[in-house]
């Protein structure tokens, strides 16, 4: 199963976040570990949490410095969001046939043309409102 400490990105302390991070990767942790028993093999988280600092460390690193071309609102900074690897697609193959699954239990993806070898989930729907949605 996955653990609060891969949510934590083995980083950040459970305790130093704040009440409503710390039911938000509650949620989080309840609903990907659904997933996670539902698909029935192990999954990687390769970024859950992340302080603002991370969020544009991240990004820097792909070389992308505007402000206005990073999603500040990402919902990786409220402990809503987790990214898994999946460099072989098949979790995303499993989304896909089990679309059902995630409806029942509330997670919404990025589209998978935009996470080539990873699976980005939320707890909460993007502004479409559509399960696979563009970033």
Not at 104 to 130: M, R, Y
Request: with cysteine; aromatic share 8%; proline share 4%.
């Amino acid at each position: 199963m996955v653990s609060m400490n891969e949510l934590l990105n083995n980083k950040y302390k459970l305790e130093d976040q704040s009440e409503e991070i710390q039911d938000n990767l509650a949620i989080l942790l309840d609903k990907v570990n659904q997933i996670r028993s539902a698909w029935g093999k192990p999954m990687t988280c390769t970024s859950g949490l992340r302080s603002m600092e991370d969020h544009l460390r991240i990004y820097a690193a792909k070389g992308i410095k505007d402000e206005s071309k990073i999603p500040m609102k990402s919902k990786h900074l409220t402990g809503e969001a987790a990214d898994f690897s999946d460099p072989k697609q098949e979790l995303q193959k499993w989304c896909l046939d089990n679309t059902d699954k995630l409806e029942e239990i509330g997670l919404w993806c990025e589209d998978f043309s935009a996470t080539i070898n990873w699976i980005h989930f939320q707890i909460v729907p993007p502004k479409s409102g559509n399960r696979f949605f563009k970033p």
